[in-house]
């Protein structure tokens, strides 16, 4: 926990992380709250394969062409400040005053194919142990945690699946991205088979993590595996 968040949670004041006014709710006040929500994906417009862009929503040819291992993927926001500001902090500074805000964010905008999805576990995108001992934490962990706390389903331990230490994604180019996650997963857990397991990431780019994780899922028995990422980057038209 960095010194800011350290400081809000003992002075017990509850300011709005972006502006510092009083807060109303989850850590944002309602001015900022109403700001972030034109920041919302748009489900009408993209594919609900690859968040690429697609006119009403349908499956884009790409997909079409080459489905993804995974069923469906839902990001909630898009990665433009003050969203990607706020998860640098989270995750990076460990700024924990982030989380209530940012999972919020999430949950006010949750995949409209959620219901019929017939979850049974939730899991994070692992980090390997090299990634997780010096960040300390997982950020995904923690979202994994409220969502599933949120919505009464078996939350899988980080341990479920072994990730290999390899390059951080986010110093790759697009091309590079998918060599450098193939084969690093590994499912150390064998409840895995035949359950209907939502992933839940902090940032999907590419996908590339994703889809190896879920071919791997996939490959140990599970049942189907759905992602749902807080925030994506714009993709133009």
């Known amino acids: 926990m ?6 809000r949670k003992l002075s017990g004041v509850k300011r709005c992380v972006l ?9 944002l006040c309602a001015g900022c709250e ?13 594919c609900p394969c690859c968040t690429n862009v697609s006119t009403g929503g349908t499956i884009c040819g790409e997909c079409q062409r080459k489905p993804p291992p995974f069923e469906k993927l839902w990001t909630s926001v898009y990665y433009e400040p003050p969203v990607s500001t706020m998860i640098h902090a989270f995750k990076h500074q460990a700024d924990l005053s982030m989380l209530n805000p940012l999972s919020a964010l999430m949950l006010d905008h949750a995949p409209p194919w959620l219901a019929g999805a017939e979850i049974d576990s939730v899991l994070a995108v692992p980090l390997s142990k090299d990634r997780r001992l010096f960040r300390g934490f997982n950020q995904s962990d923690e979202l994994a945690e409220i969502v599933g706390r949120v919505y009464g389903w078996e939350i899988l331990p980080h341990h479920t699946i072994f990730r290999r230490h390899h390059r951080p994604q986010s110093t790759l180019k ?6 450098n996650v193939r084969n690093v997963f590994t499912v150390k857990n064998h ?7 939502l992933l839940i990431d902090d940032v999907t780019t ?14 140990a028995g599970a049942a189907a595996v759905f992602c749902w990422a807080l925030a994506h980057p714009r993709m133009k038209k």
């Not at 409840?191 to 397991?197: A, F, M, S, T």
């Open 174 to 179: 697009r091309n590079e991205r998918r060599k």
């Open 34 to 46: 109403a700001d972030l929500a034109g920041l919302r994906t748009d489900a009408a417009n993209i």
């Open 191 to 197: 409840g895995v088979k035949n359950r209907k397991i």
């Open 2 to 7: 960095n010194i800011l968040s350290w400081w």
């Open 206 to 219: 590419t996908g590339a993590t994703i889809e190896e994780l879920a071919r791997t899922l996939k490959n």
């Open 19 to 27: 502006c510092h006014a009083s807060a109303v709710s989850d850590g």
